[in-house]
């Protein structure tokens, strides 16, 4: 079903201490994949599709799959726009009928975040959408190598609670040491400022806190995919992939957090699985069966991360 109140499903999730799973949808098998997992967990779920997936695959044409396949769930799902930075971006998927959008305003000044975060929230309650904002910058694959530039962008607590009374969010996606992509840390291994969370979630009390750039990255899937790959290109990002171990989620789950999203394990398990068809199966030459496989492997990864956000059995 389509969950048409989804901030009453992550305040539930905050209030039990479990975290719902957003997962980023690009294509319909990796739709189905993520609908499966959550169906079999009896979770709850966030379909959610970013800037690139609408310029990839069409705003009218995902929200199309993403509703039918929501209507006909036996879980709640929320349709979700994830990293919305083009205002007019953020209004159509407003009208198109999105459950739920983000606006991301963090790379611009505290300021205009707010101006324009509120401007989407006024937009968003006359259609009785909910609004995720950002605020701190979550960092990126290649951006600040140095622990230092990273913890400059972590967001500051009292200016969250300045933010969330300002703009009137619903949830808020905060910055304590995630990052987008494979490589979550350097070199040494990743620790998410828990302390600072807690400043905050003791400061923002009723809003549900979204963690970003969350993803395992799981060895043994990087080493399938490597096996596979050229390590040439994008593909590069794989050496040294590091993710974020699940006892540190979790504590960031205990402490706040009721949205988690995940896009890289996604990616890596349905890279690996297309890989592997096309080597080990050279006899494919029907579509279906180069991508049943890799539908497959997203409903594994789904369900493991359910697992360990906890929303097992909410749905
Ligand atoms: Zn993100």
């Known amino acids: 079903m389509i969950a048409k109140q989804p901030l009453q499903l992550l305040q539930k999730a905050l209030r039990g201490k479990y975290a719902i799973g957003a997962f980023n949808v690009n294509n319909l098998e990796l739709l ?4 499966r997992g959550a169906e079999a967990q009896r979770a709850p779920v966030i379909l959610q599709t970013s800037e690139g997936a609408i310029e990839y695959a069409g705003m009218a044409e995902l929200v199309a799959m993403m509703s039918t396949a929501a209507q006909r769930a036996t879980v709640p799902c929320v349709i979700h726009l994830d990293h919305g930075k083009d205002l007019d971006v953020v209004r159509a998927a407003i009208k198109q009928g999105y459950t739920s959008v983000m606006y991301d305003g963090s790379s611009l000044s505290y300021d205009e975040n707010v101006r324009n975060t509120a401007k989407v929230v006024r937009w968003a309650r006359a259609a009785g959408v909910m609004v ?24 500051i607590p009292e200016q969250a609670l300045d933010f969330v009374e300002r703009t009137g969010c619903d949830s808020l996606a905060i910055a304590i040491g995630t990052a987008h992509g494979a490589h979550k840390a350097a070199v040494t291994n990743i620790v998410l400022d828990i302390p600072r969370l807690k400043r905050i979630h003791a400061l923002v009390q009723k809003t549900p806190l979204v963690l970003h750039g969350a993803s395992s990255v799981p060895d043994e899937l990087v080493g399938e995919t490597r096996m596979y790959c050229s390590m040439l290109g994008d593909c590069q990002r794989l050496d040294g992939a590091q993710g974020i171990p699940d006892t540190q989620v979790r504590q960031a789950i205990a402490n706040g957090v009721c ?4 896009d890289t394990d996604l990616r890596i398990a349905f890279t690996a699985a297309v890989r592997e068809t096309i080597v080990e199966q050279k006899d494919v030459f029907d579509p279906r069966k180069l991508l049943a ?9 789904v369900t493991q991360r359910i697992a360990v956000f906890g929303s097992k059995g909410k749905g």
């Open 32 to 35: 189905q994949g993520i609908v």
């Open 132 to 155: 995720e904002a950002e605020l701190g910058a979550i960092a990126g694959t290649e951006d600040l190598v140095s622990v230092e530039a990273r913890e400059a962008t972590y967001t």
């Open 259 to 262: 949205k988690v999203n995940t």
């Open 293 to 301: 496989p890799a539908r497959d492997a997203i409903q594994r990864i």
